[in-house]
């Protein structure tokens, strides 16, 4: 399945090497779906992640009361679904509050298939004098081509 991939360059721009570069999922996040503050606590979304401790202790509580175990329920699957659903967007914003610049959308199967797909589109700066490896062309003589079958079609020289 395809997922779509947000690149995100760091606020000082990207660095030669892009090792600050940060590839963020579109989608879905079941680590934040099964612990919503813990995975809000992990990405430094710390307000979120006391908000969702809170809800979750908040539905926990709910749930020991007598006739208020569906209530408690909605609120603790409602605040997991809601980070499962919007954590990684909540990522990116976070990110871009810092001075982080989307740079590009990649859709790919894979995070390293996403990588390899922007690296490949990029331009480096070769900042080496070495100069890049040249096939060497010593042209051939003109006897040696044209002599193999070309089965009734014109030849590689030109000639039937």
């Not at 990207?14 to 570069?21: I, L, P, Q, R, Y």
């Not at 710390?46 to 329920?73: E, H, R, T």
């Not at 509050?97 to 331009?123: C, M, N, P, R």
């Amino acid at each position: 399945m395809t997922s779509s991939y947000l690149v995100l360059t760091a606020p000082s721009g990207a660095d030669t090497k892009h090792e600050k570069t940060r590839f963020v999922r579109d989608g879905f996040t079941v680590l934040g779906f099964l612990f919503p503050w813990i995975w809000l606590a992990v990405h430094r979304l710390w307000l979120y992640a006391v908000a969702a401790f809170l809800l979750q202790s908040i539905g926990g509580a709910l749930m020991d009361q007598p006739g208020m175990w569906l209530l408690g329920f909605a609120v603790t699957f409602g605040t997991s679904l809601l980070v499962g659903l919007e954590g990684q967007n909540l990522r990116v914003r976070n990110l871009a509050a810092k001075g982080w610049q989307d740079d590009a959308l990649v859709s790919a199967d894979t995070l390293d298939v996403a990588e390899e797909i922007y690296f490949s589109e990029i331009h480096t700066d070769m900042r080496d004098d070495t100069p890049l490896p040249s096939p060497q062309w010593d042209g051939g003589s003109r006897a040696d081509r044209g002599t193999a079958t070309s089965l009734g079609l014109f030849g590689f020289d030109g000639g039937r």
